[in-house]
Structure formats: structure tokens, C-alpha cells
């Protein structure tokens, strides 16, 4: 597509509940990036795709977060057992290639755990 | 532990006036600078940025300065519009540009406010 598509765009869940944020890059970008902003915070890197592999995790706060990428293309965020501080605005990204510096972001999830 | 900090939360400029934010960055092996702008509920989108093979760039209303000695960059824009009202997102890569997809470090944003 021609920008960074997530959904949902809001999602409130209950404590405990499980939840999937979606992410589809611009076509043809072979880098995903997710990062997350919290309530006054900055962007908090979590994770990072070339392809369908991730190289780096080291940003992923706990194993309650996973995520994957198929086909070089849509990545899904995955938090289980959701946790108040989870309440944040989740931020996918994409970038043309590993020669590239500026990430393209989406408009975000937004993720309210009550 | 910050590596990239903006520590002005918020500013406040008249119309035609210029802004000036500030970042401070920890590393001297920082090379490549970015600034982004983030209005409510949308992504940050890419507005300049600079390597330090300069200490100057230059894009219409919007320049940035690097001073690598004081690991200190600002961004100027002059003159200030409603419009540019947004939080201003400093952000680096910590590896040299192209050798990886190392990813984006990002300071906890200024958030601008134009004043008409």
C-alpha cells in the first residue's frame, strides 16, 4: 500500500486478556520496526524484522510479547495476559532496505488495559 | 539509561517567531541524526536530518545543527506557523549508516506550540 496500515487503531481489553496488533509495511519494504509510546514517554524500540527473521528482540519488555512476520510482509504483535502498563500506543514501521535510514511509521495502536 | 535526551517537554513560540530544540546525545560513536514530527493520532513522519560528517543542513524553514565536540544537536524553525505545532522526536541510529538496521533511538520528544 502506499503508507504503514495497522489495525486496530484503539483496542481496549481487560486485564489478562490476550490481544494481536497488526502491522502491513509499505509494499516492497524489507524492514519492520514495531516501537511503542507510553504516556509521556519517548518511542521505546521493541523489536525489529528484515524479511521474516528478527535479528533483534532485545526490546521486547517481557515473553508475554512475541511477534512474527510472514511472507516478508504483514507482522502481528502479540501480547498475552495484558497487563495495565501495557497501555500504550503501539507504532509499527517500515524501511526500504538496510541502506536505508528513515523509517516510514503508521498511524499506531492504541492500547488502553483496564 | 537515555541515550538520546531532550529535556525541554514542551515549548512555546510566538507566530514568525524562530524555535529552537535542543538534544543532547551520549555517545560520540552517534554519526547519524534524525528528527521527526508526530501529531496527534498519527505516526511520527521524517523531517531532516544530518550526518556528522556536517555540522548544517538545511531544508526550507527547518535547519538542524550538529556540534559533535558537545554531542549537542538543535533543530531551528524559522519562522514558526500554527501548523508546526507537534512534538519533535530527536532520534539516532548507534551504528554507522548502511551498515545495518540497527534501530532508531529516539529522545522523549518537545512538544511545540505555535502561538498565532
Redesign the interface.
Known amino acids: 500500500g502506499a503508507g ?1 496500515s495497522q489495525s486496530p487503531s484503539n483496542k481496549v481489553t481487560e486485564k489478562g486478556k490476550d490481544v494481536e496488533l497488526r502491522c502491513d509495511p509499505i509494499s516492497g519494504h524489507t ?1 519492520l ?1 514495531w ?1 511503542r509510546q507510553s504516556l ?4 521505546e ?1 521493541l523489536i ?1 524484522f ?1 524479511g521474516n527473521s528478527a ?2 528482540k532485545s ?1 521486547l519488555p517481557s515473553d508475554r510479547f512475541s511477534a512474527e512476520r510472514t511472507g516478508g510482509s504483514v507482522s502481528t504483535l502479540t501480547i498475552q495476559r495484558t497487563q495495565q502498563e501495557d497501555s500504550a500506543v503501539y ?1 509499527c ?1 517500515s ?1 526500504r532496505d ?2 536505508a ?8 495502536s492504541r492500547l488502553t488495559v483496564l | 539509561d537515555q541515550q ?1 535526551k ?1 529535556n525541554s517537554p514542551s515549548l512555546s513560540v510566538q507566530e514568525g517567531r524562530i524555535s529552537i530544540l535542543n538534544c543532547d546525545y551520549t555517545n560520540s560513536m552517534f554519526d ?1 541524526f ?1 528528527w ?1 514530527k508526530k501529531y496527534p ?6 523531517l531532516i ?1 544530518i550526518s556528522s560528517i556536517k555540522d548544517k543542513n538545511e531544508d526550507g524553514r527547518f535547519t538542524v545543527f550538529l556540534n559533535k565536540s558537545a554531542k549537542h544537536l538543535s533543530l531551528h524553525i524559522v519562522p514558526s506557523q500554527p501548523g508546526d505545532s507537534a512534538v519533535y ?1 530527536c ?1 539516532t ?1 548507534p551504528v554507522r ?2 551498515s ?10 518537545t512538544r511545540l506550540s505555535v502561538i498565532a
Not at chain 1, 535510514?101 to 499506531?108: D, I
Not at chain 2, 493520532?41 to 521524517?46: C, D, K, L, R, S
Not at chain 2, 545495518?100 to 522523549?108: A, C, R
Open positions: 504503514v524492514a520496526y516501537y509521556g514517554q519517548g518511542l524500540f525489529y528484515q535479528p533483534d526490546g507504532l514501521a524501511m538496510s541502506g535510514n528513515v523509517l516510514t511509521f503508521g498511524a499506531g | 538520546v531532550q547519524y534524525l521527526y493520532a498519527e505516526g511520527p513522519t521524517f536530518s522526536f532520534a541510529h549508516w548502511g545495518g538496521n540497527t534501530p532508531l533511538v529516539f529522545g522523549k520528544g
